[in-house]
Structure formats: structure tokens, C-alpha cells
């Protein structure tokens, strides 16, 4: 008998319902734990997919706006693979791999066959197959491949999975750890690779329980505007539900990025400067808010130390992601500039093709 028929049949049955036996105390803690699950997969899925948006953005802005010393030879590297566009891996194909391939699909407007997706089950095989993602079952394969692989397997399973595909990452790959219960330096030392970006995440508030309740379905709901306010990073009305760390992580993986392509750290600057505050955003709500300056990223003496033509240096995110850099004390410093970055994650989310790009410069 099929599993939705079994499922049929128990409708009306209260007594064979799976909470019968609860009491009401463990009714309420279940539904607390579903709803913190769900929260903590949305928020994951949205800020991979603002994440991955924005690496596509600044890849846009080096191959079509930029001309610096040598422009051609980071346009080269972008160009080399894939046709320049982002290669994303998954890596665990459990509720949370599938979630963020559907949201990476819908709302990071990221093309089928730039996903690959690391399975051993054939009962993901035939539920994806229809999107047209691709496929393998080799892991070393897929991190060495890939520009952001998403960690997305159960914590029992990173201690194989790390064994497998540690020393076959590229040094720019970005790792985006969704494992919970793992902190980034652990993941360092099991990978032997320390490009970590790992989102914390913490869902307070009877609002999610509400959200829950509107729509349990993760593609949909981020199609709220109400559940992408609840995930903005700097939020003034709600407690964050990830610490804005991430938002520092992002940034400085934008300029490990940068650092790779050879683009003078000036020039790293003004690219993240035009993204993030251009005239797409409507900034008359934000006229007087601080710009991005080179000592926003690294403390003075760094900053007198480079020349012209001379990248950022190569930042640590597992690193990053633990200790004050001059970027914490930059946010502390300028409240405007939180409000503004809310928008802008708001704004990307919320439209269907990307703001933070005017167009398709990558191939398909």
C-alpha cells in the first residue's frame, strides 16, 4: 500500500494520530521544536540564496564594469569555468539539501545545471531529477569543482564526509556550513581548510510560530514579505535570528574573492561600495548613510601598507567569524549603515530578478 493512501486512511482517526498519547505540556514543546526547525531551515535557505546573489553580483561587475591593472586576467580566471558562472555543490540531499536546492532554484535565480547535488538515494534521484540539477555520488568529484559547496548532512556524518573531501577543496571555494551544532573552527580542522563561512542562528518569538502556522512550506514562504523581514540581518524590531557576524562573513568572502582575481583592493572596495548602494536601492531613504572605505575592512597599519595595485590580503572566515575585526567595530560605529544593508537583503529577496545586477553578464 503506497504512503499516501496509508495517509488516507488515517484521517479522521484522532487515537492513531501520532500526538494522541502527548500530553498537552509535550504538545506544546513538539510544536515549539517543528517551529524552530522551520525557522532555522528559511533563514538558511534565504541567506544562502542573498549569498549566493551577491557572489554572482560582484562576478558580473568584474567581467562587464571594471577596468583595473590586468582586468583582463581576473576576467580570464572568471570566464576559464563554467562559462563564469557560479558553480554551487550540496553536499547531503536529507530535508534541508532539498529545501535549499528549491529556494536556490526560485529565488537565487541560479540555473539548474550550475547545482550539483551529492546522493546516494535514489529516492532524491527521482524527486529532483525533473529540475534538471546535476548529479553525482562522488564527493572529492564535487568539492573540487565547485565555488560554494553547502554543507547540509547530519553532524554524525561530517566526520566521514570531511575524510572524503579534505585536501580536494579549492582554496577559494567557500565552504557555507548549514551542520548545526559544528562551529566553523571545528570544520577547519576536519577539512584542513579554513574559507568557512557558518551562519548562527538563533529563532526566538512567538512571530515565527504565527509564520509557521500561515505557510509550513519553505519556497513559499519566502515569497512573504513578512517572513523576509522576520530574516533580515540588523533587524531594529525583532532579536536577529543570525547573529550579524554572517553579514561580516559575506563581505570579507567577497574579498577573498576579489583577492584571488588580483583586483586592487580600492577597486574591491568601489565594486562592493556600487553594489550596495546603488541607485537600484532607492537611496533617498538613505542619503547620508557611511560608505565602505578601505580601513572598514582592515585596521589602518594594513591599509598603509598596500599599494595601489595591491589586493586585500587573504582573510581567515573561520577566523572572521569569531574574532572582532575593524568591520564589527565599523557596523557598531554607523546604525545608518545596518538600517541600509536590512534594505538591501530586503529588497534582493523580495524581487524576482537579482538588484543587485543589471542583467545576465555570465553565460548558460
Partial sequence: MAGSQYLDLMRGLPSLDFE????QEEKIFCKKARVRAWARIICGCAHAAFFCRLLTAVRCKVLDNSCFPHSWLAKFKILRSNSGCLRIGVLGSGHMGKQLVQVLLQHAKVAPKHITISSRRLDTYDELMYLGLQFTDDNQKLAASVDVLFLCCQPFQLTLISSQIRGHLAKTCVVYSLVTAVPSRRLQNLLGHSNILKPQYNVPGIA????????????????????????????????????????????YSVLNLCHFLQVPHLSSVEIINDLLFGATYGLEAFDYTERFVCESFVNESCADSLSRASPFPWFELSTVSLQDTPLTKFFIMHPR????????????????????????????
Fill in 337 to 364: 549603515l545596518r538600517q541600509h544593508l536590512s534594505f538591501v537583503y530586503r529588497m534582493t529577496m523580495l524581487r524576482t530578478q537579482n538588484p543587485l545586477d543589471d542583467g545576465e553578464c555570465c553565460g548558460d
Fill in 208 to 251: 515565527w510560530t504565527k509564520l509557521w502556522e500561515r505557510s509550513k512550506n519553505i519556497v513559499d514562504g519566502l515569497l512573504g514579505q513578512d517572513v523576509i523581514e522576520h530574516s533580515c540581518p540588523f533587524k531594529q524590531s525583532y532579536q536577529n535570528c543570525v547573529k550579524p557576524k554572517w553579514f561580516e562573513e559575506i563581505l
Fill in 20 to 23: 494522541a498519547s502527548l500530553s
